[in-house]
């Protein structure tokens, strides 16, 4: 078996080598054959479909519960704040700078060496699954959420974002609205008492106002907000619709359908999901993943950002080196010794949780 060393090594390896190649959403064709590539060297079998790929343990026992480990390898693009090329895997002062080097491709090697290290063990408590996802940041189609038809029940997760190692107990979901006020449309001089701009003003004032009454300890209340108002397009025809796109950010004590019924009853407008599927995640405080962080010094906190824990129905604990706030940042980088500890602190809270 290799030691903990040479894993890190070559996961850092790895780590460059995705970095320098281009793998936005559902364009990963290419890091997934690097992904094959490591599987291969590790001597591990595994399955892909479209660009997700995914491998059980050696010693895989259907009567045993199953541990999933997850991240993703697509990224956003580049934003036009770079100074460095977004493409090349450049080390300086202890950083590894690269698109995706912190979101989420740390984490993702970080997991796949902690997956080599567990993976020809015997008499595991649990069987463990590893999936480097596609489309997390596009949540399409074709990501985490197609593969688990593939995938036997899973009991527990550990979805790899950077956290600082921290636990992320929760996570928000979201729901995004589109919602359509009517009105009359008519000609801007001529009396109309049913003007859908106007009409929109108490809908606004609603989603402004309005508090769902369960607040969560681990991620506060529901957070709702409009971002986009589009009506009209001539200044002297009043239109017959006001459009609104409302984005929600759901606790875990909601489920989507919950939070959408409520809307429905309050608000006199059409409204329309553009999707239902991004629930809120959370995992037990006294869960046995989150004590064995615990007792290793780690903190527990709610995350408000949304990753691939949202397409899972089983309890999930977001866990990763790198730190959220460089995500999608300019200049993007992951500390080299935060990759160390990462699969360091993922070996021992693992190793820690079997002997529970």
């Known amino acids: 078996m290799k030691t903990i060393e040479i894993l890190t090594q070559e996961a850092i390896a790895l780590l460059k080598a995705l970095i320098e190649t281009p793998s936005f959403s559902s364009e990963e064709d290419k890091t997934a054959q690097l992904i094959e590539n490591w599987f291969t060297q590790n001597g591990i079998p595994f399955q892909r479909e479209n660009n997700n790929i995914w491998a059980f343990n050696q010693h895989f026992d259907e009567s045993k519960p199953t541990l999933l480990l997850n991240s993703h390898h697509d990224t956003v693009k580049?934003?036009?704040?770079?100074?460095?090329?977004?493409?090349?895997?450049?080390?300086?002062?202890?950083?590894?700078?690269?698109?995706?080097?912190?979101?989420?491709?740390?984490?993702?090697?970080?997991?796949?060496?902690?997956?080599?290290?567990?993976?020809?063990?015997?008499?595991?408590?649990?069987?463990?699954?590893?999936?480097?996802?596609?489309?997390?940041?596009?949540?399409?189609?074709?990501?985490?959420?197609?593969?688990?038809?593939?995938?036997?029940?899973?009991?527990?997760?550990?979805?790899?974002?950077?956290?600082?190692?921290?636990?992320a107990i929760a996570e928000k979901g979201l729901l995004v609205l589109d919602v359509v006020v009517k009105g009359t449309a008519s000609h801007a001089a001529h009396q109309n008492e049913d003007n859908p701009i106007y009409n929109a003003m108490p809908v606004i004032d609603w989603f402004k106002t309005y508090q769902f009454e369960k607040i969560s300890d681990v991620l506060g209340p529901v957070k709702m907000t409009v971002t986009q108002v589009s009506a009209g397009k001539q200044h002297n025809v009043v239109p017959a619709e006001c459009h609104l796109?409302?984005?929600?950010?759901?606790?875990?004590?909601?489920?989507?359908?919950?939070?959408?019924?409520?809307?429905?009853?309050?608000?006199n407008a059409e409204v329309n999901p553009r999707s239902m599927h991004?629930?809120?995640?959370?995992?037990?405080?006294?869960?046995?993943?989150?004590?064995?962080?615990?007792?290793?010094?780690?903190?527990?906190?709610?995350?408000?950002?949304?990753?691939?824990?949202?397409?899972?129905?089983?309890?999930?604990?977001?866990?990763?080196?790198?730190?959220?706030?460089?995500s999608h940042s300019a200049d993007e980088f992951i500390f080299i010794n935060e990759i160390e500890e990462g699969i360091q602190l993922y070996i021992k809270i693992l190793t820690d949780f079997f002997k529970q």
């Open 78 to 167: 580049p934003n036009q704040g770079y100074t460095n090329d977004p493409f090349e895997a450049i080390v300086k002062d202890g950083k590894l700078f690269g698109l995706g080097s912190n979101d989420a491709g740390g984490c993702l090697v970080s997991l796949l060496a902690t997956f080599v290290h567990f993976y020809a063990q015997e008499n595991l408590p649990y069987n463990m699954v590893i999936v480097a996802s596609a489309e997390e940041e596009s949540s399409g189609k074709n990501g985490l959420n197609s593969v688990l038809k593939h995938l036997p029940d899973l009991d527990c997760a550990i979805v790899g974002e950077p956290t600082l190692m921290q636990l």
């Open 245 to 267: 796109v409302v984005d929600i950010r759901v606790n875990d004590c909601y489920s989507n359908a919950e939070i959408l019924a409520t809307v429905k009853n309050h608000v």
């Open 278 to 326: 991004l629930n809120a995640s959370s995992i037990p405080l006294e869960h046995g993943l989150v004590q064995a962080g615990i007792a290793l010094g780690r903190t527990t906190y709610g995350s408000p950002t949304l990753s691939d824990q949202s397409v899972l129905s089983c309890q999930s604990l977001k866990l990763g080196p790198g730190e959220t706030l460089r």
